[in-house]
């Protein structure tokens, strides 16, 4: 894997400054083709099938692995792709980690597999400092899996000392980065072994593909199982959607540097109205992870925040009915801001405060965002 000296928003621009060996082409070609041909002594040529790897996908491999600092990279079809097929590598009677608010899609999966495979989990609540830390103790733990910034009440974890914990209890700290992208936060710098995004969200941040990343700061004996496991399961990502996620890629630290600036702006404007009990964002000084957030966030707090309406479920519900810019979906990280309901997409097994909304500020005028809000409030 090549090392870049550039930094990271030039290595993004020009996606691992690429130029096409054979047109000049300065965009990856796509490779659809799902065989490829064996040489005059019978030998591969790099790749032999789809499912195990397409040139286009290594590209984007290529390039999140230098964003990431990491040794190796893999594309997946979704995020959950990849966090499925990162667990198969956790054995039966293994013990994993993980906080108890965090996305709902993984910690459902991580119930249904404890359940099923006979893997011991164990909840943490991360508004308490010490919390991961006894987890880790209390039990032998094979994998701790954290986000930075929980979601969706933002409470924020410190990845160094998480990964102090895991290691001196010999786990593996994985990291789910998907809201906090290295251009703001570098979870193997601050010592993960293994980072995750959901490349649906920032990293393409188009609203426009499904795909999942998984890095690792080492290629070791779990990384080719992660591998193998991928090509076993089926997960791999699409040429095309590899093409997709690296031209979003290209973008992405202005994106975000534009929608985090959005973020504070909405946040501080917010923080004391009347119609909220509380905005919760980790880039207001009253947040309680703001310290540790500003220690580990270097670009910036970030572009997801959540308001707690004055009021019930109901009251709730109609704020996010009347914005006429914030667009009432789930999902994060795109160009174009939107709000949701969070219990109501989570189901009926949410631990999510009922008056929360959750907001995923995009890169239109803030101004405007922030008009909208104050006329759904009102
Ligand atoms: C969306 C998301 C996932 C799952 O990713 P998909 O691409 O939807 O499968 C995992 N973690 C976080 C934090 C997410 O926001």
């Given at each position: ?29 796509i ?36 964003l ?8 997946f ?37 404890a ?6 989990v ?22 701790v ?14 990845v160094?000392a ?7 209890a ?45 890095a ?23 040429p ?27 946040a ?28 580990q ?5 970030g ?11 109901e ?15 789930t ?31 995009g ?16």
């Open positions: 894997m090549s090392k870049t000296d550039n930094s990271l928003e030039t290595l993004l621009t020009q996606a691992g400054h690429f130029i096409d060996p054979q047109t000049g082409a300065v965009v990856p070609p490779h659809p083709s799902t065989t490829y041909a064996r040489d005059g002594r019978y030998e591969l040529q790099g790749f032999e099938y789809s499912r195990d790897a397409n040139p286009t996908g290594r590209r984007v491999e290529e390039v999140l692995a230098m990431e600092g990491a040794e190796d990279a893999l594309v079809g979704s995020g959950l792709a990849g966090v499925s097929t990162f667990f198969e590598t956790v054995r039966t009677g293994e013990r994993v980690v993980a906080p108890r608010v965090m996305y709902h899609g993984a910690a459902d999966w991580l119930r249904r597999l359940e099923r495979r006979g893997l011991e164990t909840f943490f609540d991360a508004t308490e400092r010490a919390a991961l830390e006894r987890a880790v103790q209390a039990n032998e733990t094979a994998v899996w954290i986000e930075p910034s929980v979601n969706p009440t933002w409470d924020v974890i410190d160094r998480a990964s102090k914990a895991a290691h001196a010999g786990a593996v700290l994985a990291v789910d980065a998907t809201v906090t992208p290295a251009v703001t936060l570098r979870a193997l710098d601050l010592g993960a072994d293994i980072v995750f995004h959901s490349g649906t969200k920032y990293l393409a941040g188009h609203s426009d593909v499904t795909a999942g990343v998984l690792t700061r080492a290629v070791d004996a779990r990384w080719e199982e992660i591998r193998h496991a991928r090509t076993l399961m089926g997960g791999v990502l699409g095309f959607e590899s093409w997709l996620l690296l031209r979003g890629m290209r973008t992405l630290h202005v994106r975000y540097e534009r929608q985090a600036a959005n973020a504070m702006a909405i501080r404007h917010f923080e004391h109205h009347p119609r909220l009990e509380a905005v919760l964002y980790p880039g207001l000084e009253s947040h309680s992870g703001h310290e540790t957030a500003a220690r966030m270097e670009g910036g707090f572009a997801m925040l959540s308001l707690l309406i004055a009021g019930n479920a009251d709730a519900k109609r704020v996010a009915t009347r914005t006429r810019l914030f667009v009432p979906a999902s994060l990280g795109g160009v174009e801001s939107l709000i949701e309901h969070r219990a109501t997409v989570e189901g009926p097994n949410s631990i999510v405060p009922a008056n929360l909304l959750r907001i995923s500020v890169i239109e005028r803030v101004d405007e965002l922030i008009a909208d809000l104050e006329q759904a409030l009102a």
